[in-house]
């Protein structure tokens, strides 16, 4: 089994950082793409930012310029950098990794989530 924890969350003001972190531990074989999603109130899912395991990244509009997402394969963690948070940031943030465990078996993997509160 594959448990993906999360640390980093918590409240800040306007302006702002936090570094979010997520590592994924149990019978892993590989982790390929791993990624940060997000959801506030009454929005949708959707995604924030996501690194490969060549380090290729992607992120959302609203967000470019701002965060920084990298990886350490070593230790089959990611990380979410936000610099110049807005309240608009705020919502529940969500690791996720596609993983080939021990077993080669293909799956895609969930964090808990943790909360990121940006007051104004």
């Known amino acids: 089994q594959v448990q993906l924890v999360e640390s980093g969350g918590g409240l800040v003001q306007a302006g702002g950082s936090l570094r979010l972190s997520c590592a994924a531990s149990?019978?892993?074989?590989?982790?390929?793409?791993m990624a940060w999603y997000r959801q506030a109130p009454g929005n949708q899912h959707e995604l924030v930012a996501a690194i490969t395991s060549s380090t290729d990244t992607n992120y959302a509009d609203s967000v470019k310029g701002r965060f920084t997402i990298s990886r350490d394969n070593a230790k089959n963690t990611v990380y979410l950098q936000m610099n110049t948070l807005k309240p608009e940031d705020t919502a529940v943030y969500y690791c996720n990794a596609d993983v080939i465990d021990g077993k080669w078996r293909r799956n895609d993997y969930w964090g808990q989530g943790t909360q990121v509160t940006v007051s104004s």
């Open positions: 149990g019978s892993i074989f590989v982790v390929n793409t």
